[in-house]
């Protein structure tokens, strides 16, 4: 089924990406330096799968962006290296969404937030490397020291979404009310 752009369908997509947002300040308190456990990835993940590559990008860009700028961090050269893991895992997990018709199987939940997970991952410890070289605190040890326990919250991330991410799927579908396939 082909997605259409519509007022509902931005108005959710309006109310992810504050969610988004939302998440990324109160899970923002889980702040150890070079580890930052943070749940901005599930109202991308669900904007992603319910309306595709666009969407996800969208409310990965956005409310991440917002709760870059509003948050204690604020506005910086390196406020794209935050936005961009984000935005990337809306683009794939819209495109893993476009490819299979937006109809799902309880293992498709567990593959494609794992994909989603590893993507962020991936991409933010690439952003922390990148950004300790711009503003002077590299260590060999802030990447390779920490990457055990990062994969560790990737992994537990994975495994809590896949259980909580098809219900409100579901959840979304009902409130948006299309006919789904």
Partial sequence: MKKKFDVKM??????????CFVLGQVSGILDFQ????????????IAALMYGPVAGMAV???GTFISQ????????????????????????VGLIAMKKKYTYKTLDFFIITAISEMVIMVLN?????????IEGWYYPTIITG????????????????????????N????VDNRQYQ
């Fill in 10 to 19: 931005l108005a959710l997509c309006g109310m992810l990406a504050a969610v």
């Fill in 34 to 45: 070079s580890v930052k456990v943070t749940l901005e990835g599930l109202p991308v993940l």
């Fill in 60 to 62: 990965g860009g956005i």
């Fill in 69 to 92: 700028c509003l948050g204690k961090y604020g506005l910086t050269i390196t406020t794209p290296l935050w936005i961009l893991p984000y935005f990337v895992a809306g683009l794939v």
């Fill in 125 to 133: 410890t690439c952003g922390i490397l990148i950004a300790s070289k």
């Fill in 146 to 169: 920490n990457l055990g326990i990062r994969i560790l919250i990737m992994i537990a991330k994975i495994l809590i979404y896949s259980f909580i991410v098809p219900v409100l799927v």
């Fill in 171 to 174: 959840v979304v579908k009902k």
